[in-house]
C-alpha cells in the first residue's frame, strides 16, 4: 500500500513511521532540501501544486492526503479527480479559512467565540465596538503558531495591528478568558466507524503549543465527543480531525480544527493502543480502526527552538525522544518528549525531571 502525502515535514514523518510496520510507504511532495520526512519514505522534491509530480503521485500512490491546511486548492482538486484523496475537500476548505470554520460552527450548533469578519479600516471599528476589548485579530488564512494574530487590549491598538495584519481578509475574535485549553482528537474510517482519543489538555506558550497531557476520563469529555461527532457527520470525514477547544466555566468554545494529524496528539504514540499516526493511514487506505484507549498517564512537551541531548533526556525514567532532524531556528519545532507513567505521581516525577531540558518553558 502506497500514501501520497502533501508535505514532508514532521507529521509526515511520523505518518510513514508508523506506516513501517504495516507495510505501508509514503510519498512526500515537498519544496524543501531536506525535508524532515526524507529518510522515512520517498521524497519528491517541488512545488506542492508541481503538475508533473502530482502526475507522478496519481501514478504511483493508492491514496494520498495532506500535513498542513495550506494545500493549494489546485493540487486538492487535481489529485480528487484522479485518485483517492482523504479528508475530503469540504474539510479542507472549512479548516483553511477561519470565518468559513465559525460559521460552520455557528450552522452546526457548536458554541465557538464570538467573532465578526473584517475587510476594512471601518469593519475593524466597528467589530470592535459589538465585541469590546479585549480581542484578537487573525488574518482568516494562513496563521499557524500564533501567526498572523495581535491581541488588541485597547483602542490605541488598532491602528497598529491594522497596519500589521491588514491586506488579507481578517477575522475579530472576542478574547476569551479561558480556564484550559483542550483538544479533542477522532479517528473516521471509510465506512464511518469513529474512534475518539481521551481529550488532551493542551498549555501554549505565545501562540505555540508547549504540552498536552492525555486526560483520560476528563469531564468535559461528553461534551467533546458531542461537537467532534457532529463535526465528522457533517463533513463525511475519513481521516484524523482535531478541534481544538477553549474551557470558560463548564462549558466549551470552539477554536478552530484542524483536517489532519495534530500536535496535540503525539502523546497518542507511547500513551495510546494506537496511535493517531497509524489510525489516520488505517482510515484513509480503507482497513479497521484500532483502539484509542490510553496506556498509562502520558505528558509531550515540544522542543522549541531548541534540542536537548538525547542521552540525557532519555536517563528520565519513561521519557522517549522524537526528534525531527531539523535545523534549530528560534521558534521553531524541532522534537518533541513523551514522558509516559503508570500512575499520576509517576507522570509527575518524570516531568520534573524533564523541566531541565526545557528552557522556559510553561510547563502544564
Ligand atoms: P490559534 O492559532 O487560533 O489556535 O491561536 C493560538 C493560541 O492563541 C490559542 O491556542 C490560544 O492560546 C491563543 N488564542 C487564540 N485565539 C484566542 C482568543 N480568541 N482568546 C484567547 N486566546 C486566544
Given at each position: 500500500m502506497?500514501?501520497g502525502i502533501i508535505?514532508?515535514?514532521?507529521l509526515?514523518?511520523?505518518?510513514?513511521?508508523a506506516g513501517?510496520?504495516?507495510?505501508i510507504?509514503?510519498?512526500?511532495?515537498d519544496?524543501g532540501?531536506?525535508v524532515?520526512a526524507?529518510g522515512t519514505?520517498?521524497?519528491w522534491?517541488?512545488?506542492?501544486d508541481d503538475?508533473?509530480?502530482?502526475?507522478?503521485?496519481?501514478?504511483?500512490?493508492?491514496?494520498?492526503?495532506?500535513?498542513?491546511?495550506n494545500v493549494p486548492?489546485v493540487t486538492i482538486e487535481?489529485?480528487?479527480?484522479?485518485?483517492t484523496?482523504f479528508?475530503g475537500?469540504?474539510?479542507?476548505?472549512c479548516?483553511?479559512?477561519r470565518?468559513h470554520e465559525?460559521?460552520?460552527?455557528?450552522?452546526?450548533g457548536i458554541p465557538t467565540?464570538?467573532?465578526r469578519a473584517?475587510?476594512?479600516?471601518?469593519?475593524?471599528?466597528e467589530?470592535v465596538?459589538?465585541l469590546g476589548?479585549?480581542a484578537?485579530?487573525?488574518t482568516?488564512?494562513f496563521?499557524?503558531?500564533?501567526?498572523g494574530?495581535?491581541?488588541?487590549?485597547?483602542?490605541?491598538?488598532?491602528?497598529?495591528a491594522w497596519?500589521?495584519?491588514s491586506g488579507p481578509?481578517?477575522?475579530?475574535?472576542s478574547?476569551?478568558?479561558?480556564?484550559?485549553?483542550?483538544s479533542v482528537i477522532?479517528v473516521?474510517g471509510?465506512t464511518g466507524?469513529?474512534?475518539?482519543y481521551?481529550?488532551?489538555e493542551?498549555?501554549?506558550?505565545?501562540?505555540?503549543?508547549?504540552s498536552?497531557?492525555?486526560?483520560?476520563?476528563d469531564?468535559?469529555t461528553?461534551q467533546a465527543?458531542?461537537?467532534?461527532?457532529?463535526?465528522l457527520?457533517?463533513?463525511d470525514y475519513?481521516?484524523?480531525l482535531a478541534?481544538?477547544?477553549f474551557?470558560v466555566?463548564?462549558?466549551l468554545?470552539?477554536?478552530?480544527?484542524?483536517?489532519?494529524?495534530?500536535?496535540?496528539?503525539h502523546w497518542?504514540?507511547?500513551?495510546?493502543?494506537?496511535?493517531q499516526?497509524?489510525n489516520h493511514?488505517?482510515a484513509?487506505?480503507?482497513?479497521?480502526?484500532?483502539?484509542?484507549?490510553?496506556?498509562g498517564?502520558?505528558?509531550?512537551?515540544?522542543?522549541?527552538?531548541?534540542?536537548p541531548?538525547?542521552a540525557?533526556?532519555?536517563?528520565?525514567?519513561g521519557?522517549h525522544?522524537?526528534?525531527y532532524r531539523?535545523?534549530?531556528?528560534?521558534?521553531r519545532?524541532?522534537a518533541?518528549?513523551t514522558?509516559?507513567?503508570a500512575?499520576?505521581s509517576?507522570?509527575?516525577?518524570?516531568t520534573?525531571?524533564?523541566?531541565a531540558?526545557?528552557?522556559?518553558?510553561i510547563?502544564?
Open positions: 502506497i500514501v508535505g514532508g515535514g514532521q509526515a514523518r511520523m505518518l510513514a513511521l513501517r510496520p504495516l507495510g510507504e509514503c510519498i512526500f511532495i519544496p532540501v531536506d524532515s526524507a519514505g520517498r521524497h522534491r517541488g512545488e506542492y503538475q508533473a509530480l502530482l502526475r507522478r503521485m496519481v501514478a504511483s500512490a493508492d491514496v494520498a492526503t495532506y500535513e498542513f491546511e486548492p487535481y489529485l480528487a479527480q484522479h485518485m484523496v479528508p475537500a469540504l474539510a479542507l476548505s479548516a483553511r479559512d470565518l465559525k460559521s460552520l460552527f455557528d450552522r452546526l467565540v464570538a467573532y473584517v475587510g476594512s479600516r471601518a469593519d475593524l471599528t467589530a465596538a459589538a476589548l479585549p484578537v485579530l487573525k482568516r488564512r496563521g499557524y503558531d500564533g501567526k494574530q495581535m491581541v488588541l487590549r485597547d483602542k490605541a491598538d488598532l491602528d497598529a497596519e500589521k495584519l481578509d481578517l477575522i475579530l475574535e478574547f476569551v478568558d479561558f480556564g484550559r485549553e483542550l477522532a473516521r471509510r466507524d469513529t474512534r475518539f481521551p481529550l488532551s493542551n498549555v501554549h506558550d505565545r501562540g505555540v503549543l508547549a498536552s497531557r492525555g486526560r483520560p476520563g469531564p468535559r461528553a465527543y458531542a461537537y467532534m461527532e457532529v463535526l457527520r457533517e463533513l475519513v481521516g484524523v478541534l481544538e477547544l474551557e466555566g463548564d462549558r468554545l470552539a477554536n478552530e480544527m484542524a483536517p489532519r494529524v495534530h500536535n496535540s496528539g497518542t504514540i507511547e500513551g495510546s493502543e494506537t496511535s499516526f497509524e493511514l488505517r484513509i487506505v480503507g482497513w479497521p480502526l484500532g483502539e484509542t484507549v490510553s496506556v498517564h502520558t505528558v509531550m512537551f515540544n522542543c522549541v527552538g531548541h534540542l541531548d538525547p540525557a533526556v532519555l536517563k528520565v525514567p521519557a525522544w522524537h526528534d531539523k535545523a534549530v531556528r528560534p521558534g519545532k524541532v518533541h518528549i514522558a509516559r507513567a500512575d499520576a509517576g507522570l509527575e516525577a518524570a520534573a525531571a524533564l523541566k531540558f526545557l528552557p522556559g518553558h510547563l502544564g
